[in-house]
């Protein structure tokens, strides 16, 4: 079973199909983004009467990802967090977090990235002694 | 100093909030003039670990993204493993379905109700809330053996069937809750001091709320006549339900929305047991789920959407869920601007927040 209504859609005219959406009332439902090894497969999902319409865009790794926050604001929570998890940079966000959205400094990189962490959790608790001390 | 600014970080520890949620509030005297979410808190990555997990012991892992909605997670994502796996549930799990989906939409806009009323210093109302809903958490427990993570949605149907003597239980439960909102009903809608804290306090637009991608209660209380049960997964197919709206777009139009829909949901569980046929209530799925498909569900707080891929295998390629706080949060952005301090709670907490949800 393959998703119904989605359209593929290239990041470079991303935000002139979301601009349609948004002409079409459109109202936006979410994003997903799934690491699939050398990219993102990410989509968009919006809602007009119970009848979903996906927009899915295949990123490579290391691309930037333009916000859709300007034309839908509701994007920009979505889009934080997947700036968070799955480490992709994302550009002329209208609220950015710099990736401390869900993540302290201490969180690790990419946590739903295909390799999971990609930096072990430094979980010693502050003051306890290093390991050479032992 | 008159028309300075301030930043106050209103939480995430805060009287008023049930979970941890921090509000940048940047205030001009007693007024906010912008304010920032920070979550984060109770991040615990369900969504990855539900790759690690077999799909059949996801269904406990999305029960505990929130207490007060677990079974509605369940059934979301049953239903979408089920339209991937090409089940048919019995016409009996259907209704056991809406029975038990009801009775936590019942329990969660009472257990609002007394937050509500705690975040303006209306204890007693609090008190009556939360008691009643003791009658809700009592027959849970009854039927499904748990009061709040019941466990009773399985991938075909459900685990546990609902006896003739425990169905007249839940319909006497349900006829003790509307004597109860009787005597609810009328503080909420008319009582002076709840009006004057409530009416125009953070309101918003339909268009804002449309354009904001609002739902549940936040959006009808716009005059946004949506409601997913009307689309008739489940038994709402034979089980109509007419979205309850209010145009005020206000704190006083979100609680009247919520008092009606709890109306609303005793008459559904009463058309349920009234109807629900005899017959199986579950059939085996067998294999794997291959594909992607996307399961949605009318939860007390509004729609949930659960996108599930799986690639032939027991791991899931991947499980995404937007819960409907987080599709909240934006309206929320909005609403707070322009409102007193002494407002914020009593606004945050207008749109019921579930932090728990929100961060999975």
């Not at chain 2, 809406?98 to 303006?120: K, T």
């Not at chain 2, 629900?276 to 294999?287: H, K, L, S, T």
């Amino acid at each position: 079973m393959s998703l119904m209504n989605t359209v593929a859609v290239s990041p470079d005219r991303l935000l002139q199909e979301v601009a349609g959406k948004y002409r079409q009332r459109y109202r936006f439902a979410t994003m997903t983004c799934t690491d699939i090894g050398d990219g993102y497969d990410i989509l968009y999902h919006f809602d007009k009467d119970y009848e979903l319409c996906n927009l899915r865009l295949y990123l490579k790794k290391g691309e930037e990802l333009p916000s859709i926050s300007s034309i839908f604001f509701a994007a920009l929570l979505v889009e934080n967090e997947i700036k968070d998890l799955f480490s992709i940079p994302i550009r002329d966000l209208v609220i950015d977090y710099g990736g401390r959205f869900l993540l302290t400094e201490d969180a690790p990189v990419a946590p739903m990235g295909r390799e999971g962490c990609s930096r072990a959790i430094d979980i010693r608790l502050q003051g306890a002694p290093e390991e050479e001390d032992k | 100093m008159p028309g300075s600014k301030s930043i106050i970080p209103f939480g995430p520890q805060h009287p008023v909030f049930p979970e941890p949620l921090q509000l940048r509030l940047v205030l001009e005297d007693e007024k906010v003039v912008e304010a920032l979410p920070a979550i984060g808190y109770v991040h615990r990555g369900i969504e990855k670990l539900a790759e690690k997990k077999e799909y059949t012991q996801n269904i406990f892992l999305v029960e505990r993204i929130c207490g007060i909605c677990s079974f509605m997670h369940a059934l979301a994502y049953c239903q979408g493993i089920e339209m991937l796996m090409d089940v048919t549930v019995p016409d009996r799990a259907r209704y056991l379905r809406v029975i038990w989906s009801e009775l936590h939409r019942l329990h969660s806009h009472l257990l609002w109700l007394g937050l509500l009323a705690d975040s303006f210093g209306f204890e007693s109302l609090f008190m009556q809330s939360w008691r009643s809903r003791e009658a809700v958490m009592d027959i849970m427990e009854a039927t499904a053996g748990g009061r709040v993570i019941i466990s009773t949605c399985i991938i075909g149907g459900v685990r546990r069937d609902i006896s003739e003597e425990l169905m007249a239980e839940v319909l006497k439960t349900v006829d003790v809750l509307e004597r109860d909102l009787e005597i609810i009903r009328p503080v909420v809608f008319d009582d002076y001091s709840v009006k004057q804290r409530l009416v125009g306090t953070g309101r918003i637009t339909s268009e804002q709320a449309y354009d904001l991608g609002s739902v549940g209660p936040v959006a009808r209380a716009c005059g946004i006549a949506r409601d997913f049960r009307e689309t008739g997964y489940a038994a709402y197919k034979e089980i109509k339900v007419t979205p309850v709206t209010e145009t005020g777009g206000d704190a006083y139009a979100r609680a009247r929305v919520r008092i009606r829909e709890m109306y609303q949901s005793i008459d559904i569980v009463r058309q349920a047991v009234r109807d629900i046929p005899a017959g199986d209530i579950a059939v085996p799925a067998r294999g794997n789920p291959e594909g992607e498909v996307i399961s949605r569900v009318e939860q007390p707080r509004g729609e949930v959407i659960y996108y599930i891929k799986g690639d032939g295998t027991k791991n899931l390629e991947r499980l995404r869920v937007r819960t409907p706080t987080f599709a909240n949060m934006a309206p929320l952005l909005t609403m707070l601007p322009g409102c007193e301090l002494a407002n914020v709670p009593v606004i945050v907490l207008s749109i019921d927040p579930c932090i728990s949800c929100t961060e999975r």
